[in-house]
């Protein structure tokens, strides 16, 4: 019997249906600001796109809980209180385990020097806020899929 890796993947479901088999194998994508509204606003779009979601206020907060839901995918605020986006990247990125996640940064300013300091510490993609529903869903199918495929899922 011959069974594709996507088959396999999808723990053994035959489907062709590509949003059965995605919902077969959650995606959890893990939220990080310290403004209630954005994590709410990012949370709500993307559970509705199926998407399982984390959400942490700060950077502490976030690196316990991609420990305990090791996230396929983060959004990270960079301005915020004790540890901001950059040194949370920082720290995910030189993690053995988590180094594979990708990670987005997020900011309210479209500078150079911040979209520089964001790939110096690691991070996959850049966006500024406020982000719109295209733009959440599109950094996650283009970086999503390569952590996917570095872990071998």
Known sequence: MHHSAETQVCTGATGTTGDREDAAVAFTVMVIDDSKTIR???????????????????????????????????FLDIMMPRLDGYQTCALIKHHRVFKHIPVIMLSSKDGLFDRARG???????????????????????????????????
């Open 119 to 153: 790939r110096v510490v690691g991070s996959d993609h850049y966006l500024t806020k406020p982000f719109t529903r295209e733009e959440l869903l599109a950094a996650i199918e283009q970086h999503g899929t390569k952590a996917a495929s570095e872990v071998g899922v």
């Open 40 to 74: 709410r606003t990012a949370e709500t779009l993307l559970r509705n796109e199926g998407f399982d979601v984390v959400t942490a206020m700060d950077g502490f907060e976030a690196l316990s809980k991609v420990a305990d839901y090791q996230p396929d995918l983060i």
